[in-house]
């Protein structure tokens, strides 16, 4: 049981590039999330999909792009990458039923660069 | 928005002392969670929180959500070298699972 994976775990960019952070769970979860996490600033929710075909907008969406691809894959985008993308970007999942719990289960993350 | 913040950012114990984080948010909450990161981690659950007022313990953790659902704390009695990380809570709104995270206490624990 795999839990929540996401693609790759490292990652260089330079200013003006384009990318796509990959992430699946195998939980059978509805709810998943894309978080970043700068230092001394917690984690901030980038988008989050409550369902399969459904996406939302979260605290800090702006530059960046998601797809709910199946209910297993939620990927997201970055278009034109700027240094203030720096970041390690954690993708999480949750059962998102209300008889089940609401635990997070987050991936290992992802440390983007861009230069 | 939703804003979930949190106080201390850091917080410096000798081993043995206790330690308390504590949440706010700028709205009412359905329920709350708490959360630990390890260095290089990634965060990991502990608990959730969900009536006015709950109380709940694990071990050395006590965990807290005010009675206006508004606010919530963590209280670490005798702190241990394993007790270090980030604590972060989480909140959402009632009917959704859109979680806003505060901006976490880290902890370090002087041996």
């Known amino acids: 049981n795999a839990g929540v994976t996401q693609t790759p775990k490292f990652q260089v960019l330079k200013t003006g590039q384009s990318m796509t952070l990959q992430c699946a769970q195998d939980?059978?979860?509805?709810?998943m999330y894309w978080y970043r996490q700068d230092p001394g600033m917690g984690l901030r929710l980038i988008y989050y999909?409550?369902?399969?075909?459904?996406?939302d907008k979260g605290e800090v969406p702006n530059g960046y792009n998601v797809s709910r691809l199946n209910k297993r894959e939620f990927s997201l985008r970055l278009e034109s990458a700027a240094p203030s993308q720096t970041s390690v970007y954690f993708c999480?999942?949750?059962?998102?039923?209300?008889?089940?719990?609401?635990?997070?289960?987050f991936g290992e993350g992802s440390w983007l660069t861009v230069v | 928005g939703q804003q979930v913040m949190q106080i201390p950012q850091y917080q410096h114990v000798q081993e043995g002392e206790d330690f308390t984080t504590y949440c706010n948010s700028s709205?009412?909450?359905?329920?709350i969670q708490w959360y630990k990161q390890r260095p290089g981690g990634h965060p990991v659950f502990l608990i959730q929180?969900?009536?006015?007022?709950e109380v709940k313990k694990q071990k050395r953790l006590t965990f807290q959500f005010g009675e206006a659902k508004k606010n919530s704390s963590l209280h670490i009695t005798a702190t241990q070298t394993t007790d270090v990380g980030t604590y972060f809570c989480?909140?959402?709104?009632?009917?959704?699972?859109?979680?806003?995270f505060g901006t976490g206490t880290r902890l370090k624990v002087l041996a």
């Open positions: 999909s409550a369902s399969e075909g459904t996406t």
């Open positions: 989480a909140g959402s709104t009632s009917g959704t699972y859109k979680y806003i």
């Open positions: 939980m059978n979860h509805n709810s």
């Open positions: 929180l969900v009536k006015s007022g």
């Open positions: 709205t009412t909450l359905s329920n």
């Open positions: 999480a999942s949750t059962s998102g039923r209300r008889l089940s719990g609401n635990t997070i289960y």
